[in-house]
């Protein structure tokens, strides 16, 4: 076992010596049917048993420790250590790569491992800002530079005027010093720095003291700048997200089109199917495929997605390019399943730079039924978890509609002061009637489990 002054890590006490083979999964806990997945793809491949090395960003609870788990999040650990609790202040998945990445004790876990192993294997939820130089060390996903070029807004942006794309009136400024010499003339606006998801590190401006409070709050990746600043798109009444697979030069595959659950402008779920009309249907399609057929020829293999928003005008535009695994992920790799499509296994085939023949068409692989997915999000900071715990079955979920999985991830006690704390997924006939279900167990569960 490694020396280290972490405290809140577990390892199998023979995982040097054992015949077990292990990856490492750097998504969050609501995506564990993925890591379920994605081992089943690897022992398929390369055969033996494998296990994944779960890396999180606070401390699980009991229903969610697992044999193998490292929690990893430098930030939290300094105010963990002055209060004496434990906290949730979740990373975004960009940091927690390179905290990953600078960790000693996953270095050392990686050189144990490739004394038994061929490949220390890393599965992440973006491949952006993981970028490394050992050959052995292989990343599930698409190559982390073009991920990387592609997740910044400015550079999406740029994209958009190339492609000559649907999207919003914007502008560039290349430093904080910049955007506030022309605070005047650009209010009211809708601000992004270059790497933000979820809504995060994003938003509405409408005066010049809510610009300097957006800008004290950033992250160190962000301060510096670029900046976009874009027209508020005005009587939004939907965003539809798209999930598509690039498998070699200008094939791209519509996988799922639904809509985004939003608060303001934060990311929390999504349902399932899209409400959004055939016109509307036809230019997400027609975007994404553009914009999968450049990242195809930037190298760019496996998995992306793309934001719209619609107004009460009928107009359209393209928002966000997701150059990695959304927030759908596991609920689209589900219902793939019941069509009989085992995304992993793609992704990996990808990955390993094989070649992938994919012979399915969109219309065949929609899943039969309505499905919603939530975060636990609550509005405030500042709440205690009471529980954690699991109710149901999420794979079952897909495979029985109606069907529930709740969850509360999170060690007991621990105090909220960013991120989300569990998840709600549903399946039904009904749109209307899963996401009103969906919606309506996060506001009960937020009331009945955080103090």
Request: with cysteine.
């Amino acid at each position: 076992m490694p020396e280290t002054t972490t405290t809140d890590f577990h390892l199998d006490p023979d995982i040097y010596t054992n015949e077990t083979n292990y990856f490492f999964s750097l998504l969050g806990p609501r995506f564990d049917v993925a890591n379920q997945s994605m081992t089943r793809s690897l022992e398929k491949k390369f055969g033996g048993v494998w296990k994944p090395i779960f890396i999180y960003s606070a401390h699980p609870g009991p229903s969610f420790m697992k044999d193998n788990f490292i929690v990893l999040n430098g930030r939290a650990k300094k105010i963990e250590t002055a209060l004496k609790e434990q906290i949730i202040y979740l990373q975004e998945y960009e940091d927690l790569n390179r905290e990953f990445l600078a960790s000693d004790l996953v270095q050392e876990i990686i050189q144990g491992l490739l004394r038994k192993q061929e490949r220390a294997y890393i599965y992440p939820f973006t491949t952006a800002f993981l970028e490394t130089n050992d050959p052995r060390i292989f990343i599930l996903g698409p190559d982390s530079k073009v991920a990387k070029r592609f997740d910044d807004k400015i550079a999406q942006y740029l994209l958009f005027q190339e492609l000559d794309l649907p999207r919003n009136r914007a502008q560039v400024f290349a430093t904080r010093d910049e955007l506030l010499a022309q605070t005047d003339t650009i209010l009211p606006c809708y601000i992004s720095a270059s790497y933000s998801s979820g809504g995060n590190e994003s938003g509405l401006i409408y005066s010049k003291e809510m610009l300097e409070s957006f800008l004290g709050r950033l992250r160190d990746v962000n301060t510096a700048g670029p900046f976009l600043v874009a027209h508020i798109f005005e009587k939004m009444v939907l965003a539809p997200n798209v999930s598509a697979f690039v498998s070699d030069i200008d094939k791209t595959n519509i996988l799922t089109i639904s809509d985004q659950i939003l608060r303001g402008n934060r990311y929390l779920g999504n349902v399932y199917p899209s409400i959004a009309s055939e016109k509307h249907r036809a230019v997400i399609r027609d975007v994404t495929e553009k914009i999968g057929s450049h990242l195809s020829r930037q190298g760019f293999r496996g998995l992306f997605g793309c934001d719209f928003l619609i107004n009460q005008s009928g107009d359209i535009v393209t928002v966000d390019l997701n150059p990695r695994r959304q927030g759908g992920y596991a609920c689209n790799l589900l219902a793939l399943q019941t069509r009989d499509v085992q995304l992993t296994d793609y992704e990996l085939e990808c990955a390993l730079n094989k070649k992938v023949h994919i012979d399915w068409k969109e219309e065949d692989i929609q899943y039969q039924g309505c499905w919603a997915h939530s975060k636990i999000k609550p509005h405030e900071a500042g709440q205690r978890i009471t529980q954690d715990f699991q109710i149901g079955d999420l794979p079952n979920t897909f495979q029985h509609a109606p069907s529930r999985y709740e969850a509360i991830f999170y060690a007991p006690r621990s105090i909220l002061i960013d991120g989300y704390v569990g998840y709600v997924v549903a399946t039904d006939v009904e749109r209307e009637r899963v996401l009103e279900q969906v919606n309506k167990r996060v506001s009960e569960l937020i009331a009945a489990n955080l103090l």
